[in-house]
């Protein structure tokens, strides 16, 4: 072996970076580095694990913590070896997903270097073991068998193990000071004794465990410590199990000899005892408590309790640990060895741990009246119900109210019956029971006694799994294993909006009772809309029943199928699902009404309790009180008092059929009498009316000569109309006629006004062009420039007209010459000088071209001006011929209007002269007059050719009316005569009906008196029962000083709510801004309730109403919510406690999410104390703030008690529908 170097090697393990004691751990983390400064030789740093504490969620300041505590070490010591621990993981059986993983990055290593694998290493010469945590310790016995043993027995181990027979807490305090209790140990499976030495974390006290066996040769450098285990420890207290447990630090190991040396931490204790007297007699030393989490040692009462508290928090500590009832056996999942910061039970070990726990002394097998129910209870301040006998209450509640003395003792014994008839064995239906067997003192009512039947069995009901496949949004099959990853303790519920969190609860509730809680879903809608069919969950529980439930399966169809340790129990399975469904509620011993209000907190729920009347609190109370019997007994007075109602009221309506015939037979003679008088008045009345009508006929049919002569008038002036008719007639042909030559006129004068306007616009425009071209002044082009283009074109044109004239006189002269060769010759050459001359002439051209081309820009403005003055010149010759065009339209309109109207010409213009405006005017005047003269003889003669048709048809009508009115003159003198007959028959009618009810009223007057006698007799005993009416039912009395008999019982049972609802307040303040401050104001009143001779706390006073003394109303809302809260988880307490069904388990959905963020603490806090019949709990939250008081809960309690152990279970929505994912906070 290579000799080796003089070095020393720092150990430590389980420091645990977390927010409680977050400034101790740093404090401590400081004191390591500057021993590693301070000590010469260390040149190696070993972490067996759990740097962090937390799996999950843990805040940037603690994260920040540890790096730079790594960072620190780092700078002082060579090489850092980190062995992975339990708590450092993020989820269990995940070993690559760490917090730590920045510990791996390259530039780190071989400075600091993570160890996540089991590997063999040479450190400083020495050969080395890492055995990091697993969950499967398997893994780790493996590694370790498969070394060889000469190799082992020179290697040093370095490990996160649990191992057999170590300590996990070394002292056991009693809180009431009696002492210590001997050491708790761990049971588990054998630690390696391979090896030269085992240095391993995870247990927090510091110890070495010897091995009994030996396997290799011994060497003179390891003595008797060859194979030991040797636990670190943590360098620190870190909960109430390390309580008096001070020897803590860091191991300092020589790595040739392997001698270990423990330093000391300064900082080390965190947590003491301090006996109650001496903080009460005032007897403390402040600075012994400074800074320190406290135990009080002692008996003391609550309100000393409290009191103590607040004296401690004001001297500085850091928190006061609530005291904890004591009991002589713990339960299995209780003990330390299965729960501690940092001593979690590996997967391997459970099966060892439970046998060696099963050899110490258990208690007494549970009664049959249950099932699976608890060995022991470890519930702080158990609830025992207050037993109220109703019965026994009716004298006092008699005998106190408003009740007559010669009628109490009939009240009281008939409200005695009333309950026991409510409470009978026999079904009380409406022959059973009546009002007259109630009065009949012989008769005695048969009630369920002590020994009428066996106890109700209890339904103990801790789910082990649930399974779910095709349920709302859960698709593919989805196991829940309530036993194995959840466990005892605390399961966060969270994720986004939609992700189906809250189905797993629909999913427990729609298996036991194919309902579900979200309103609106009915029973078909549960089958996963993607899926369409095949619809399943099954729940199974601890005690060995299954209930699965099916809709639209492919096979069971919407049957629902209970086992019993896989045995199917087909009594259950009815032919309709309602019975079936009865006999489910009959074995869970519940139903769905009462297993919503009991064993899920709806955030409805709790928000419709917190924002509830008086009545709707009172009728709360009375259902978690159980007051059935007495609806029954008031529906039983109800329906006495309704059939008593039912005999008086017979009895009442033959005394009024008496009495209304009396009265109605003397009505009926006087209405006779009144009757005659009227007819004969009317007969009378009719004769003098048809006499006057007869008189008026005669009047009415006088000589009709004033209409002949008024006839005669009215032809005269018809025919006098016609004539002057006629003359109008003519006056408006003569002026229409005349009208025509004016619209002639009118024409051409139209036609000559719209030209000369045309006229006048176009002199206009042409003015205005003349004006534009005067106003233009073009630019006069260079003289010289002119001058020389000038006298070019001059030549050029002379040469041009020399080349014509020489070209013209030689073509002739060349027709006149010979065809012979000679003067072919010549006219050639004559062609070819023309050409010359030509090309001479186009030469010159293309020069005066180039020229007028050079100076084409001196020109440019003054070719524009140009331009323009010819547009304008150009718009102004239109414009003139425009002008002339229209002068000669004017000129011609005459022929136009002669041609449109078929007139000759001449005529047309003979009009224009000889015609004047006045001549117009007068001709339509003229006309208009004649046409309203003639229209006023017309209508004037319309009138009266009316007024003689209205005069003939009147004289033809006056006949016809006069022999209308004989005949109806007729039938109104028959008609009298019939009306007249009958009201003489009905007289005589009437007078036999008088004679007849006379007889009929003496028979009625002989049973008046004995009718009512029996009906005073009967008032009197309605007054019984409707004074037990009024009491026993829910509404209230009309007298404000009466209670009603409930209200009285309940009176007597608030003092159980008070109690626990005082409890669970007091919980909930805990570590608030309140902590300091509870002996004071608002709390003195609840927790001086102990301190009082009988009375205990008071929280609701006898109106349900938070008592005047707490000034509930002056109190912030996050106080007042705290009270209502309190008092609703009490009423949920007491009914469970209450129940025949025993939910090892309670589903909370977003209630916890409206309290702050001290209000959400102290509920996960508190959490088992609120709930302390349960196993565990499942909470669906969006709050961050309460999911972030997770870890802090986990840290600090789970090594107190071991019974909260804190975890997450996360929802999301995929592709393929909800599914969940766990992970331990």
């Known amino acids: 072996?290579?000799?080796?170097?003089?070095?020393?090697?720092?150990?430590?393990?389980?420091?645990?970076?977390?927010?409680?004691?977050?400034?101790?751990?740093?404090?401590?983390?400081?004191?390591?580095?500057?021993?590693?400064?301070?000590?010469?030789?260390?040149?190696?740093?070993?972490?067996?694990?759990?740097?962090?504490?937390?799996?999950?969620?843990?805040?940037?300041?603690?994260?920040?913590?540890?790096?730079?505590?790594?960072?620190?070490?780092?700078?002082?010591?060579?090489?850092?070896?980190?062995?992975?621990?339990?708590?450092?993981?993020?989820?269990?059986?995940?070993?690559?997903?760490?917090?730590?993983?920045?510990?791996?990055?390259s530039r780190l290593k071989p400075f600091v270097s993570l160890h996540e694998q089991v590997g063999k290493y040479t450190w400083d010469g020495r050969r080395v073991l890492v055995l990091p945590f697993r969950e499967d310790q398997t893994e780790l016995t493996a590694a370790v068998a498969s070394l060889d043993p000469d190799e082992a027995a020179h290697t040093v181990a370095f490990a996160h193990l649990a191992l057999n027979r170590a300590v996990t807490q070394r002292h056991v305090v009693h809180n009431d000071g009696s002492g210590m209790g001997s050491s708790v140990r761990y049971r588990g499976l054998t630690g390696p004794d391979h090896f030269s030495r085992t240095f391993t974390g995870h247990f927090h006290s510091h110890q070495t465990i010897l091995q009994s066996n030996q396997h290799g040769p011994s060497t003179r450098h390891e003595g008797h410590l060859m194979g030991s285990v040797t636990y670190l420890g943590a360098p620190l207290q870190l909960t109430w199990a390390d309580l008096c447990d001070e020897d803590r630090g860091v191991i300092l190991l020589n790595p040739e000899t392997l001698e270990h040396e423990l330093i000391a931490n300064p900082y080390a204790v965190g947590y003491t005892t301090i006996q109650a007297s001496d903080i009460l007699g005032g007897n403390l030393d402040a600075s012994s408590v400074q800074g320190k989490h406290v135990m009080i040692l002692g008996e003391f009462t609550k309100f000393q309790y409290w009191t103590a508290r607040d004296k401690l928090l004001s001297l500085g500590a850091q928190s006061v640990r609530e005291p904890r009832p004591t009991s002589a056996l713990l339960n299995l999942s209780n003990s330390p060895a299965y729960n501690s910061l940092g001593a979690s039970v590996p997967e391997s070990d459970r099966s060892v741990a439970f046998k060696s726990a099963e050899s110490r002394e258990l208690p007494e097998e549970p009664s049959e009246s249950t099932v699976d129910e608890p060995s022991v209870s470890l519930e702080p301040n158990h609830t025992q119900p207050v037993k109220i006998d109703p019965v026994e209450c009716v004298r006092g509640y008699v005998q106190s109210s408003e009740v007559e003395s010669m009628y109490e003792e009939k009240t009281i014994q008939l409200g005695?019956?009333?309950?026991?008839?409510?409470?009978?064995?026999?079904?009380?239906?409406?022959?059973?029971?009546?009002?007259?067997?109630?009065?009949?003192?012989?008769?005695?009512?048969?009630?369920?006694?002590?020994?009428?039947?066996?106890?109700?069995?209890?339904?103990?009901?801790?789910?082990?799994?649930?399974?779910?496949s095709n349920f709302l949004g859960i698709q593919e099959e989805c196991t829940i294993n309530f036993d194995g990853d959840l466990g005892r303790g605390l399961?966060?519920?969270?994720?986004?909006?939609?992700?189906?969190?809250?189905?797993?609860?629909?999913?427990?509730?729609?298996?036991?009772?194919?309902?579900?809680?979200?309103?609106?879903?009915?029973?078909?809608?549960?089958?996963?809309d993607t899926a369409g069919k095949n619809c399943m969950v099954s729940l199974s529980f601890s005690n060995g029943y299954t209930i699965t439930r099916y809709r639209k399966h492919g096979t069971h169809g919407n049957r629902v199928v209970i086992s019993l340790h896989g045995i199917d129990q087909p009594q259950f399975e009815h032919g309709e699902i309602r019975a079936t469904q009865a006999a489910i509620d009959e074995l869970l011993g519940i139903d769905y009404e009462t297993f919503v209000r009991t064993v899920?907190?709806?955030?409805?729920?709790?928000?419709?309790?917190?924002?509830?009347?008086?009545?709707?609190?009172?009728?709360?109370?009375?259902?978690?009180?159980?007051?059935?019997?007495?609806?029954?007994?008031?529906?039983?007075?109800?329906?006495?008092?309704?059939?008593?109602?039912?005999?008086?009221?017979?009895?009442?309506?033959?005394?009024?059929?008496?009495?209304?015939?009396?009265?109605?037979?003397?009505?009926?003679?006087?209405?006779?009498?009144?009757?005659?008088?009227?007819?004969?008045?009317?007969?009378?009345?009719?004769?003098?009316?048809?006499?006057?009508?007869?008189?008026?006929?005669?009047?009415?049919?006088?000589?009709?000569?004033?209409?002949?002569?008024?006839?005669?008038?009215?032809?005269?002036?018809?025919?006098?109309?016609?004539?002057?008719?006629?003359?109008?007639?003519?006056?408006?042909?003569?002026?229409?006629?005349?009208?025509?030559?004016?619209?002639?006129?009118?024409?051409?004068?139209?036609?000559?006004?719209?030209?000369?306007?045309?006229?006048?616009?176009?002199?206009?425009?042409?003015?205005?062009?003349?004006?534009?071209?005067?106003?233009?002044?073009?630019?006069?082009?260079?003289?010289?420039?002119?001058?020389?283009?000038?006298?070019?074109?001059?030549?050029?044109?002379?040469?041009?007209?020399?080349?014509?004239w020489f070209r013209q006189y030689a073509l002739k002269a060349i027709e006149h010459l010979n065809p012979n060769a000679v003067n072919r010759m010549v006219a050639h050459l004559i062609q070819i000088g023309l050409m010359a001359l030509e090309r001479i002439s186009s030469r010159l051209n293309s020069l005066l071209e180039q020229t007028k081309s050079s100076i084409a820009s001196q020109q440019q403005d003054m070719s524009v001006t140009d331009n323009a003055i010819k547009k304008i010149q150009k718009k102004l010759a239109e414009g003139e011929l425009n002008m002339a065009r229209l002068i000669k339209e004017k000129d011609e309109a005459p022929a136009r209007v002669a041609v449109d109207k078929g007139l000759d010409e001449e005529y047309v213009r003979s009009l224009l002269n000889k015609l004047s405006d006045t001549d117009i005017r007068k001709t339509r005047q003229q006309l208009s007059l004649s046409q309203k003269q003639l229209s006023k003889l017309l209508n004037e003669q319309r009138s009266v050719q009316e007024l003689r048709n209205k005069l003939q048809r009147e004289r033809m009508d006056a006949g016809e009316l006069a022999r209308k009115r004989e005949r109806e003159r007729e039938k109104e003198r028959a008609t009298l005569l019939r009306v007249l007959a009958m009201k003489e028959q009905e007289?005589?009618?009437?007078?036999?009906?008088?004679?007849?009810?006379?007889?009929?009223?003496?028979?009625?007057?002989?049973?008046?008196?004995?009718?009512?006698?029996?009906?005073?007799?009967?008032?009197?005993?309605?007054?019984?029962?409707?004074?037990?009416?009024?009491?026993?039912?829910?509404?209230?009395?009309?007298?404000?000083?009466?209670?009603?008999?409930?209200?009285?019982?309940?009176?007597?049972?608030?003092?159980?709510?008070?109690?626990?609802?005082?409890?669970?307040?007091?919980?909930?303040?805990?570590?608030?801004?309140?902590?300091?401050?509870?002996?004071?104001?608002?709390?003195?009143?609840?927790?001086?309730?102990?301190?009082?001779?009988?009375?205990?706390?008071?929280?609701?006073?006898?109106?349900?109403?938070?008592?005047?003394?707490?000034?509930?109303?002056?109190?912030?809302?996050g106080e007042r919510k705290r009270v209502d809260l309190a008092v609703f988880f009490a009423l949920v307490q007491i009914a469970q406690a209450r129940s025949t069904h025993r939910a090892r388990y309670m589903l909370v959905d977003e209630v916890f999410d409206s309290l702050d963020a001290a209000g959400q603490a102290a509920v996960v806090q508190q959490s088992s104390k609120l709930m302390s019949r349960t196993d565990f709990q499942l909470v669906v939250t969006h709050s961050e703030s309460l999911t972030g008081?997770?870890?802090?809960?986990?840290?600090?309690?789970?090594?107190?008690?071991?019974?909260?152990?804190?975890?997450?279970?996360?929802?999301?929505?995929?592709?393929?529908?909800t599914k969940f994912s766990y992970s331990m906070a």
């Open 600 to 804: 899920i907190l709806e955030r409805e729920s709790a928000a419709s309790f917190l924002s509830s009347t008086t009545a709707q609190r009172h009728d709360m109370i009375e259902s978690t009180l159980r007051l059935s019997s007495l609806d029954k007994a008031a529906t039983l007075s109800r329906k006495m008092v309704r059939e008593i109602d039912d005999d008086a009221n017979t009895l009442n309506s033959e005394i009024n059929a008496v009495r209304q015939t009396m009265t109605l037979i003397n009505d009926r003679i006087s209405n006779r009498k009144r009757e005659l008088k009227r007819l004969e008045s009317e007969a009378r009345e009719a004769i003098d009316l048809a006499e006057a009508k007869a008189n008026q006929d005669k009047t009415s049919n006088q000589d009709p000569r004033t209409s002949d002569e008024d006839l005669n008038k009215l032809i005269k002036r018809s025919e006098k109309l016609e004539l002057e008719i006629k003359e109008s007639q003519q006056a408006v042909e003569q002026a229409e006629s005349s009208m025509k030559d004016v619209e002639i006129w009118e024409d051409v004068a139209t036609i000559q006004s719209s030209l000369n306007q045309s006229i006048r616009e176009t002199t206009s425009r042409c003015q205005s062009l003349r004006d534009d071209v005067s106003r233009i002044k073009p630019k006069r082009p260079d003289p010289v420039i002119m001058e020389y283009i000038h006298t070019f074109e001059l030549a050029h044109q002379s040469l041009a007209e020399t080349i014509s």
């Open 987 to 1117: 007289i005589v009618t009437y007078r036999k009906l008088i004679e007849d009810e006379t007889q009929t009223l003496n028979e009625k007057l002989s049973n008046y008196t004995a009718l009512e006698a029996e009906i005073e007799s009967l008032m009197s005993t309605r007054k019984l029962f409707a004074f037990w009416d009024d009491s026993l039912s829910r509404r209230r009395m009309k007298s404000l000083t009466v209670s009603t008999f409930r209200s009285y019982v309940l009176d007597k049972s608030l003092q159980e709510v008070n109690a626990v609802a005082s409890d669970i307040l007091l919980l909930l303040y805990e570590n608030t801004r309140h902590a300091r401050e509870l002996t004071k104001g608002m709390l003195r009143t609840i927790i001086t309730g102990d301190s009082e001779a009988d009375q205990g706390p008071v929280l609701l006073d006898p109106t349900l109403g938070v008592t005047k003394t707490l000034s509930y109303a002056k109190r912030s809302s």
């Open 491 to 528: 399961t966060f519920i969270v994720g986004s909006n939609g992700s189906g969190k809250s189905t797993l609860f629909e999913a427990i509730v729609w298996c036991q009772f194919g309902r579900c809680i979200r309103k609106g879903l009915t029973v078909g809608d549960v089958v996963n």
């Open 1 to 105: 072996m290579a000799s080796l170097t003089r070095s020393r090697w720092l150990l430590l393990s389980d420091i645990h970076f977390r927010l409680r004691d977050f400034e101790r751990t740093r404090r401590t983390a400081e004191w390591i580095v500057s021993l590693t400064r301070q000590t010469p030789g260390i040149n190696r740093v070993v972490v067996c694990g759990d740097v962090l504490t937390s799996r999950s969620m843990q805040p940037t300041a603690v994260i920040s913590a540890a790096y730079r505590f790594l960072s620190d070490l780092s700078d002082s010591v060579p090489h850092i070896n980190v062995i992975l621990g339990n708590h450092d993981l993020a989820y269990r059986r995940d070993y690559g997903t760490t917090a730590l993983e920045a510990l791996k990055m």
């Open 416 to 468: 005695q019956k009333l309950i026991l008839a409510s409470e009978s064995t026999t079904p009380l239906d409406d022959e059973a029971v009546s009002y007259k067997m109630l009065l009949d003192p012989t008769h005695s009512i048969a009630v369920q006694g002590d020994v009428s039947a066996p106890a109700k069995r209890v339904f103990v009901a801790r789910p082990q799994s649930i399974v779910i």
């Open 1189 to 1217: 008081s997770a870890p802090g809960v986990s840290n600090d309690e789970g090594g107190d008690d071991g019974q909260n152990r804190v975890s997450t279970l996360s929802a999301a929505m995929t592709d393929k529908g």
